[in-house]
């Protein structure tokens, strides 16, 4: 399977940050020698993919350094042109990974997820909208080839990060190409929500139990979407900050819970031939080893799925 990551431009942090950058690095050094998994360095993407899902003059103040002081503190991130070519090569990463999933089934971003960041702003941590700018690029991927507006897959974005994914609401409130999902913590970050196609708020504290079920009935309601306007390829951002060890997520899922929630997202989608990109999304465990171990769990559940993909046949 597939992986790309974008991890070779380090952000210049200041001491006590509370951004977690050294843990895709730690991923891709967990998993880069498993045997089922293609690791390849993405490639960042230029201005004209990048004004897609977002303003022209946003891009431009983002590569130039043009950002007010309370713009990059509503980032969280200082500038650097560091900081830009990451951001950058994050989407290439999340494009790269959709494009493959839909020769293939399943791919992966080794991060990714970057949800918080609308057309003309970035917010949490979130430069650039990697899903967004992805989903629209696949779309014109298929507009190019065929020639045809009706060829363009239509795009689900499971998003089970425990933050709602409120920049891509914000890009995709009025686009019925695009059905946006979010299954998040009802008290968190952000505190005014955008409005997703189907939202689901957790009370501070969800369990295994609760939140499956919450799910399972999230995803039933987007299965009966996919029956009346087929979806061609599905975003899971398999967020780590659901877990009880998380800094900033306020649930109470196990890891053995975060690894069902993967495994019945997957299961869905295989089942419905939906091929899948992963972004690992959010991740603030206390012990930073904790995140990095739920999130190679999310990857090897996306391994047995793209396995499963391959056995089917076409």
């Known amino acids: 399977m597939k992986a790309f990551h974008a991890d070779r431009q380090p952000l210049a942090l200041p001491p006590g940050h509370r951004f ?25 993407v230029g201005d004209e993919l990048l004004a897609l899902a977002h303003d022209a003059g946003y891009v431009r103040a983002i590569a130039g350094n043009g950002l007010s002081a309370a713009e990059q503190r509503a980032i969280g991130f200082p500038w650097s042109e560091a900081m830009v070519e990451r951001a950058r090569c994050s989407v ?10 839909l020769v293939e089934g399943v791919a992966a971003n080794l991060a990714g997820g970057t949800h918080h960041a609308s057309a003309g702003r970035g917010s949490g941590y979130c430069v650039f909208n990697d899903v967004a700018v992805a989903a629209l690029a696949v779309q014109a991927d298929a507009r190019r ?5 009706t060829t363009a897959p239509r795009v689900v974005v499971i998003d089970l990060d425990v933050h709602q994914g409120d920049g891509t609401a914000a890009i ?4 019925a190409s695009v059905f946006t999902l979010s299954l998040h913590g009802e008290k968190n ?7 997703s196609d189907l939202d689901v708020g957790l009370a501070d504290g969800c369990g295994d139990a609760e939140y499956l079920a919450a799910l399972d009935a999230a995803l039933a ?14 975003f899971y951002l398999a967020g780590a900050d659901p877990h009880e060890g998380d800094r900033l997520g306020r649930l109470k899922l ?16 295989r089942k419905r031939r939906i091929p899948v990109a992963l972004a690992m999304a959010g991740g603030y465990g206390h012990d930073i080893d904790v995140t990095v171990a739920i999130q190679a769990a999310t990857l090897r559940a996306g391994i047995d799925s793209w396995q499963g993909w391959k056995n089917a046949g076409p």
């Open 20 to 44: 977690p950058a050294t843990k895709y690095r730690r991923l891709r050094t967990l998993v880069e020698g498993w045997p089922e998994l293609d690791v390849r360095e993405a490639e960042p």
């Open 189 to 195: 970050f952000p505190f005014r929500k955008a409005t």
């Open 254 to 269: 196990s890891a053995s819970g975060l690894l069902e929630r993967d495994t019945r997202v997957f299961a869905a989608l």
């Open 172 to 175: 995709f409130a009025d686009d």
């Open 92 to 101: 290439g990463a999340t494009l790269a990974a959709a494009r493959a999933a």
């Open 145 to 149: 080839e065929d020639g045809n507006e």
């Open 221 to 234: 309601t987007a299965w009966r979407e996919h029956a009346t306007r087929p979806f061609g390829l599905a």
